[in-house]
């Protein structure tokens, strides 16, 4: 199960993480959460659901279809 942080993974040098932290670092971080049901890119701030493999799902764009909807506006 995904537990509380205690590092903003996004705020690491890539080659710093570990595991599904790099998946991690690229959703907003008042959406990683285990509670947050729905993930918001920190790139386009679209919002999926899922964990790791669907992230990356999300961020490989040959992947279709590629189920991501538009999501409002989140911030840390």
């Not at 509670?35 to 279709?64: M, W």
Request: glycine share 4%; net charge negative.
């Amino acid at each position: 199960m995904f537990s509380e942080q205690t590092t903003d993974w996004s705020e690491m040098d890539v080659a710093d993480l570990v595991g599904t932290e790099l998946e991690w670092s690229t959703i907003t971080c008042s959406t990683r959460s285990a509670r947050t049901k729905q993930k918001v890119c920190l790139f386009c701030a679209k919002s999926y659901t899922g964990g790791p493999i669907h992230i990356r799902e999300h961020l490989d764009p040959n992947v279709k279809p590629r189920h991501v909807t538009f999501a409002l506006q989140a911030s840390c």
